[in-house]
């Protein structure tokens, strides 16, 4: 595998479901990103991660709960979600977070559907 | 706060035509600038980028130009194809101070070629 790679890439699930997202990344990068993408509206930024510690939260939902266990790997926990939720959930890497510099690279995303 | 303008789509053009589409922003400080393509069924992939005033970025015959006098990066194609359909987002990365890592997308434009 290259590149960053999600898992699943697509999900259905009802309001009262756990489920989680997975991310990977075998760039070698230090920094990981949820992203939330709905229609007609910008991209959303979640969280971020540097070197497994979260360094950015945008006043997101407790009901999604990230986790990154080392540099490489990142997951989107999910549970009592709302038919809002509903969207395409991308992850990324970069470098750094320096941003400026670092370009970030973009999985092809988990479409989530909740019923 | 920041934030990317871009105009609204979609676009559509026959295949050859000339390709503009406008993006401007409203930062702080000196942010770096970029144009990430999402092709059907994708991630966003990083399509050029230009970090300084009056630098051009360019690949895959795309062209945009940092112009901080108009506060614009304007994404530019002499002559488009079908394999170019997809959607683009124009973003920035904030120096300095603010979010780290943190990318602030446009709501993208989509672009359809026929041929």
């Known amino acids: 595998e290259t590149g960053v790679t999600q898992t699943p890439r697509h999900l259905v699930m009802g309001m009262t479901n756990k489920k989680s997202l997975k991310c990977e990344q075998h760039?070698?990068?230090?920094?990981m990103y949820w992203y939330k993408q709905s229609a007609k509206k910008p991209l959303e930024l979640m969280f971020v991660?540097?070197?497994?510690?979260?360094?950015e939260n945008n006043s997101v939902p407790s009901r999604f709960s990230p986790e990154c266990p080392n540099s490489s790997h990142l997951f989107l926990h999910l549970h009592t979600l709302q038919p809002e939720d509903s969207a395409l959930y991308l992850c990324?890497?970069?470098?750094?977070?320096?941003?400026?510099?670092?370009?970030?690279?973009f999985g092809p995303g988990t479409r989530l559907t909740v019923t | 706060g920041d934030s990317v303008t871009q105009m609204e789509g979609p676009v559509t053009l026959s295949e050859e035509a000339f390709l503009t589409i406008n993006c401007t922003y409203t930062?702080?400080?000196?942010?770096?600038l970029f144009w990430y393509v999402q092709y059907p069924g994708e991630g966003l992939q990083l399509l050029l980028k230009?970090?300084?005033?009056?630098d051009k970025g360019s690949n895959k015959g795309f062209e945009a130009t940092y112009r901080k006098e108009t506060t614009s990066f304007h994404l530019e194609k002499g002559s488009v194809q079908v394999s170019d359909s997809a959607v683009y987002f124009c973003?920035?990365?904030?120096?300095?101070?603010?979010?780290?890592?943190?990318?602030?997308f446009g709501k993208g434009t989509k672009l359809s070629v026929k041929p």
């Open positions: 991660y540097s070197l497994e510690e979260r360094v």
């Open positions: 760039l070698g990068h230090n920094a």
């Open positions: 930062a702080t400080g000196y942010p770096s």
């Open positions: 990324a890497s970069s470098q750094d977070t320096s941003g400026y510099k670092s370009e970030q690279y």
């Open positions: 230009a970090t300084k005033a009056d």
């Open positions: 973003a920035l990365s904030p120096r300095g101070g603010g979010s780290q890592g943190n990318l602030i």
